[in-house]
């Protein structure tokens, strides 16, 4: 199912988008149906903490978009998708090139779809995490999303 734009093309726009551009994010891979996509953060001296880590800010901000793309991508245009909520958990000081996977499963759109077809709102939560160069998880971010049908689609 067709969004209205390409994922090709909505990967470089995503990689010029101010907010991943000057941090160094970048989505390396958004999979033409929606269900799969890898951000990397570089290493830059910009986004170090005052610890040589890497900044929080720039970690929670690789994660921001991309669950919300990707289910307005599966979904189609029926549906109003939004981020709604977001924590982190920060478990070990994220150093160098930094890489968070997002996969959305056939259970999981279908289960949307379920929850929305008469026309109620659903927040569903998705677990990301985000890797070092080790493949050792440095964060934990749980994304909540506001999805509903458009009120034209609704019964």
């Known amino acids: ?14 990689n010029f988008w101010p907010p991943f551009l000057f941090p160094g994010i970048k989505v390396e891979e958004l ?18 903490n005052i610890n040589n880590s890497q900044f929080g800010g720039s970690m929670f901000s690789m994660t921001d978009p991309i ?4 289910l307005m991508g599966a979904l189609g245009k029926e549906y109003i998708v939004w981020d709604k909520q ?5 478990i070990t000081p994220g150093k160098g090139k930094l890489v968070a996977e ?4 056939d259970h999981e759109i279908d289960a949307i779809k379920r929850a929305t077809e ?3 709102k659903h927040f569903p939560q998705f677990i990301v995490h985000i890797k070092d160069s080790n493949n050792q998880i440095v964060a934990e971010v749980n994304r909540t999303v506001y999805i509903r049908k458009k009120a034209q689609y609704r019964p």
């Open 67 to 70: 669950y919300p793309l990707m």
């Open 86 to 90: 977001a924590d982190i958990n920060f």
């Open 118 to 120: 008469s026309g109620e």
């Open 102 to 105: 997002f996969w959305l499963a």
């Open 31 to 48: 999979r033409d149906d929606y269900r799969y996509c890898k951000v990397i953060l570089k290493g830059r001296p910009w986004t170090r």
């Open 1 to 14: 199912m067709k969004w209205m734009f390409n994922p090709a093309v909505m990967r470089h726009l995503l």
